[in-house]
């Protein structure tokens, strides 16, 4: 798995820790979906008032979130088709809000290292076409937060 990452923040410290949780997440939820490996993810670090600016222009929430996923192949009829090299998996983009994941991982009373690894697994599921609009999608989605974080040593 090929994982680009940008921070493009500065009201969290973000270092070579943050960054090694975010690798090892995305390459144990693509062992675990059985990804090829040549697949690749984007994944960008922001901060509150971005993340904001993203929900309200591709969701209408004009509300700070702590996550969106941007799956290349959930494309809109308005946007175009992206030519990738032969045999690469490009899943998409995940954006995290680093300011919320610290928020919330004072709130849930556990590490910024566990959060930031729990939204990228939430977010990775999501482009994996994973979701928790019904009670059963819910449960799935949720056992498999639950195993990709016990492998990872990042439980609660």
Same mark, same amino acid.
């Given at each position: 798995?090929?994982?680009?990452?940008?921070?493009?923040?500065?009201?969290? &410290? +973000? #270092?070579?820790?943050?960054?090694?949780?975010?690798? #090892?997440?995305?390459?144990? /939820?693509?062992?675990? !979906?059985?990804?090829?490996? $040549?697949?690749?993810?984007?994944?960008?670090?922001? $901060? %509150?008032? +971005?993340? *904001?600016?993203? #929900?309200?222009?591709?969701?209408?929430?004009? *509300? /700070?979130?702590?996550?969106?996923?941007? !799956?290349? #192949? @959930?494309?809109?009829?308005?946007? &175009?088709?992206?030519?990738? &090299?032969? %045999?690469?998996?490009?899943?998409?983009?995940?954006?995290?809000? =680093?300011?919320?994941?610290? @928020?919330?991982? *004072? @709130?849930?009373?556990?590490?910024? @290292?566990?959060? =930031?690894? +729990?939204?990228? !697994?939430?977010?990775?599921?999501? =482009?994996?076409? +994973?979701?928790?609009?019904?009670?059963?999608?819910?449960? /799935?989605?949720?056992?498999?937060?639950?195993?990709?974080?016990?492998? /990872?040593?990042?439980?609660?």
């Amino acid at each position: 798995m090929d994982t680009m990452i940008i921070n493009q923040q500065s009201k969290v &410290p +973000y #270092n070579r820790d943050l960054q090694k949780i975010i690798i #090892n997440v995305a390459d144990t /939820v693509a062992k675990i !979906a059985g990804l090829q490996k $040549d697949s690749e993810l984007s994944v960008l670090i922001v $901060d %509150n008032a +971005y993340i *904001q600016e993203l #929900n309200f222009i591709y969701r209408s929430q004009n *509300q /700070v979130t702590d996550v969106l996923s941007f !799956a290349m #192949n @959930e494309l809109s009829e308005d946007e &175009p088709d992206c030519l990738s &090299p032969e %045999n690469t998996n490009i899943l998409g983009d995940i954006v995290i809000s =680093l300011e919320q994941a610290l @928020e919330q991982s *004072q @709130e849930f009373g556990h590490s910024l @290292e566990r959060e =930031l690894g +729990y939204l990228l !697994a939430h977010g990775m599921l999501h =482009l994996l076409g +994973y979701d928790h609009e019904s009670e059963d999608e819910r449960k /799935v989605m949720r056992d498999l937060e639950k195993k990709i974080m016990d492998k /990872v040593k990042l439980e609660r």
